[in-house]
């Protein structure tokens, strides 16, 4: 594996497309970090001191969590990219849906030229999104302390004595509203643009990698919080063993994540020899892939959008209203209350993707006319019938899997003391680790194309590596002129942020 690792910079190609894709990520990352204009950054400050301190919510629980994952520390910071890429994921996620369940957008996918005239819908549908949820997050600005993505902030603007936005106190607050809203909007648009990019002249998928470098944001401060409580606060003799046992206890979290996201039903399918034109084509047996986790992590995203959204627009409209407070502590992440309804949603929603994206009787009808076949099962129906119940065993395990990842870093946070919902835990399960493995595969999947292709070995002599989307590199990578000029830019960008802030330090 390390030989293979070295044998990509051999690779003109893949080299500069490496290169793009971290240039990418630099500009991501620094985009995360400029603050919104209008902000007190004083308090912003203070604010992520106290996080730190407090060792508030992390990755593994409800819509604001996600979303401060999705975008990197950008909610909590207020950066220019405070949504992150979420808008765009969700309006993805609805044109795939009402793709599956409205006939004209089914018969539009089809069609030569479809799919890029639903992804422009797509783009248009994300605008609306980041202008509604951009609006709502200026808007919760006013009154800080009751906003559920910014917990405890209030205690950050007694301390600094000053407003979190100035304009509302002076009467401004309509222009740093629409201000607001315009500049997510354009951050929403920026890095959706970014991953076409990445996508494109980069490795791997754009808009995945951007959420898994996101995610991998928050490791440093995940280890220094494991170093100040294993380490430093606590002084008994078995917090070394404790740290070996999450060591290994999340290796082999990540090994079971893996082995669950490339297992597959391997059908066979037996073709005849047949004539199409003027060729004649042999007969022989293939496989039908049935995935055993079809869905994803797209049930863990409905679930704990669906369950924590209307309770946290509610908490906006009423917020002294009391039984809108005891509700949002019912379905607080920290409750046990929150994790067992997620985790029956997230079964539910799991077949409930599975039977909107899987057809069985379109398969069947495919092999039909094809001309193959399901040796011991007639085409036709019978083939939809045992297809749709293969899918069904595959997708209980695939559900059962789901819920108990999602729920692992609540029982890991009670049975070491740090908390039902700490930073720490969110790498032992969730949506984190789920989209980490996945993204990770996919890339490793693409650079080990590259080097097979160029008779270089890959990364496993035996066996191959399966990624999410079984597609080929697609786009012209860069030019390596323009890679230099870009790391030189960004080179220069770096250098005058660290003497500014030495200069203000």
Do not use: C
């Not at 890029?116 to 509604?132: E, L, S």
């Not at 603007?157 to 222009?175: S, T, W």
């Not at 993204?439 to 160029?454: C, S």
């Amino acid at each position: 594996m390390i030989s293979a690792f070295t044998n990509t910079w051999r690779i003109p190609e893949l080299r500069d497309r490496i290169l793009f894709t971290m240039a990418m990520i630099v500009i991501v990352r620094l985009g995360v970090h400029l603050p919104l204009p209008g902000v007190n950054m004083d308090v912003i400050r203070e604010y992520l001191e106290i996080l730190t301190k407090d060792n508030a919510e992390g990755a593994g629980g409800g819509v604001g969590a996600i979303l401060n994952v999705f975008s990197g520390g950008g909610l909590s910071s207020m950066g220019l990219f405070a949504l992150g890429i979420m808008p765009y994921i969700s309006a993805s996620i609805m044109m795939q849906l009402l793709s599956a369940v409205v006939p004209k957008l089914a018969r539009l996918k089809k069609e030569d030229g479809g799919q890029q005239k639903i992804n422009q819908w797509t783009r248009f549908v994300t605008i609306a999104i980041a202008a509604i949820q951009g609006f709502f997050l200026a808007k919760s600005l006013q009154n800080p302390d009751s906003n559920p993505l910014l917990p405890g902030i209030g205690k950050a603007i007694v301390e600094i004595g000053q407003d979190l936005v100035p304009a509302f106190a002076a009467g401004n607050g309509a222009g740093f509203i629409a201000q607001t809203v315009l500049i997510i909007i354009a951050g929403t648009l920026f890095l959706m643009w970014i991953g076409d990019q990445i996508t494109e002249r980069g490795i791997g998928n754009g808009v995945s990698l951007i959420i898994s470098v996101n995610i991998i944001s928050a490791l440093p401060g995940v280890i220094v919080q494991i170093w100040n409580i294993f380490v430093i606060e606590r002084s008994s003799a078995f917090s070394p063993l404790l740290i070996v046992l999450m060591v290994v206890l999340f290796l082999f979290v990540i090994a079971a994540v893996i082995a669950i996201t490339q297992g597959q039903r391997r059908i066979a399918v037996q073709y005849a020899r047949r004539v199409a034109g003027r060729r004649e084509m042999s007969g022989g047996t293939q496989y039908l892939p049935l995935k055993v986790n079809y869905a994803g992590v797209m049930p863990v995203i409905f679930a704990t959008a669906i369950l924590q959204l209307p309770v946290q627009l509610i908490a906006q409209m009423a917020p002294t209203s009391e039984w809108v407070n005891t509700m949002s502590a019912i379905l607080s992440p920290n409750d046990i209350w929150f994790y067992l309804i997620s985790g029956f949603m997230i079964f539910f929603f799991s077949f409930f993707w599975v039977a909107t994206m899987f057809q069985p009787s379109e398969v069947a009808e495919n092999l039909k006319r094809g001309g193959g076949y399901i040796p011991g099962v007639r085409p036709g129906k019978p083939t939809a019938d045992f297809l749709d119940f293969t899918m069904t065993r595959l997708t209980f395990a695939g559900a059962m899997f789901l819920t108990l990842i999602f729920m692992l870093p609540f029982f890991i946070g009670l049975a070491l003391d740090l908390g039902a919902n700490s930073l720490v835990t969110s790498f032992f399960g969730g949506t984190s680790l789920l989209i980490l493995v996945g993204v990770l595969l996919d890339m490793m999947r693409q650079i080990e194309t590259h080097l097979l292709q160029r008779q270089y070995d890959g990364f496993l002599r035996k066996g191959k590596i399966k990624g999410r989307q079984q597609r080929q590199v697609s786009g012209q990578q860069a030019s390596s002129a323009s890679i230099l000029y870009l790391w030189i830019a960004l080179a220069v960008i770096v250098i005058v942020a660290i003497v500014a802030f030495f200069i203000n330090k």
